[in-house]
């Protein structure tokens, strides 16, 4: 009975599908909004000069932040993401019984933010993509090697992702 409801992979990387096709769509319409850049003639210097570029600038920053935004509220308000409640698992805290906080959800999510932020940085394109692989590589081998099929994340934040319908029948049975 335990490995069952510890058994979320497929359903972890079919929310995460589910998530991002949703963020996508709403990354979409927000950036129906972004003003376009615009360009004016300098005739001192003789040139064009770019402006209105704040949006264009930190366009990677707001939508990382935004992403971030989706999966901490989400997971505090419900413990779960919209692709989570298709797929029917749930966050809880690591004891199984409690359901998870605002530290919790946060906690879970520092890490993205991080490297969200911190990538902004990083001019050079191949090291981003490192780092991202070695993260989420990091979290795979944690997910495969833990008896509870913990993530990174999970680790960090002190949660544990189970499916939905298990977790219901080891209440009512208790």
């Not at 692709?83 to 906080?101: A, C, F, R, S, Y």
């Not at 932020?117 to 692989?133: A, E, K, N």
Request: hydrophobic share 50%; net charge neutral.
């Amino acid at each position: 009975m335990k490995e069952i409801r510890y058994d979320t992979l497929y359903r972890r990387i079919v929310a995460k599908i589910i998530d991002y096709a949703v963020l996508l769509f709403f990354i979409w319409l927000f950036s129906i909004f972004v003003p376009n850049d615009h360009y004016t003639y300098n005739y001192e210097t003789e040139s064009l000069e770019l402006k209105g570029q704040f949006f264009h600038k930190y366009y990677d920053i707001i939508v990382g932040l935004f992403i971030a935004f989706y999966f901490i509220s989400f997971h505090f308000l419900f413990a779960r993401t919209f692709g989570k409640l298709i797929t029917d698992v749930k966050l809880w805290d690591v004891n199984e019984k409690d359901k998870i906080n605002f530290f919790h959800a946060f906690k879970r999510n520092i890490i993205d933010i991080i490297l969200c932020v911190g990538l902004y940085f990083v001019s050079v394109d191949w090291i981003s993509s490192i780092l991202l692989l070695g993260w989420f590589l990091a979290n795979f081998i944690q997910f495969c090697t833990n008896e509870k099929k913990r993530s990174l994340e999970d680790l960090i934040a002190g949660t544990v992702v189970l499916k939905e319908e298990i977790k219901k029948k080891i209440v009512y049975q208790d």
